[in-house]
């Protein structure tokens, strides 16, 4: 059973990001289940620290924009939107090239509030960072 009030589409959330800092990272909305989405972020000069290394910064972009998206297309948009209220990352493992993919998937999904835990893989599947995103679900 699905859990979207607006069942997202791969296609329309790729689009919503043109000209937006989602956008400019190069993260790619790749696949949309009865209850996660999914996308994947390239390892590049856009995304790396000076060390070469993925950005912790950058990982937790690519969690944020998950969760958040996610927690929107939960709610009913002429009555309810989605904030922030706090994000927190455990960055495992480095990764020096190819791209991340990630996953969110609620952990809680109440009238006030949301929670989302996003994993981050490595093109071997291999754990890098593991997200929980809390959103406020505020009225119109």
């Not at 969760?67 to 709610?75: E, P």
């Not at 809680?108 to 995103?133: F, M, P, Q, Y």
């Amino acid at each position: 059973m699905s859990i979207w009030f607006t069942e997202p589409s791969v296609g329309a959330l790729n689009l919503s990001s043109v000209g937006t800092m989602v956008q400019h990272l190069g993260i790619e909305y790749t696949e949309v289940g009865d209850d996660y989405i999914k996308a994947r972020m390239p390892v590049d000069e856009r995304t790396v620290q000076p060390a070469g290394k993925l950005h912790g910064g950058a990982t937790v972009t690519l969690a944020e924009t998950l969760g958040s998206v996610s927690g929107y297309m939960c709610v009913d948009p002429v009555k309810n939107y989605c904030v922030g209220m706090e994000i927190n990352a455990n960055h495992i493992r480095p990764v020096e090239e190819g791209f991340v993919y990630g996953t969110s998937k609620p952990i809680h999904l109440g009238k006030s509030s949301h929670i989302w835990e996003i994993k981050i893989t490595n093109g071997d599947g291999k754990l890098v960072c593991i997200a929980r995103l809390t959103l406020a679900v505020r009225d119109i």
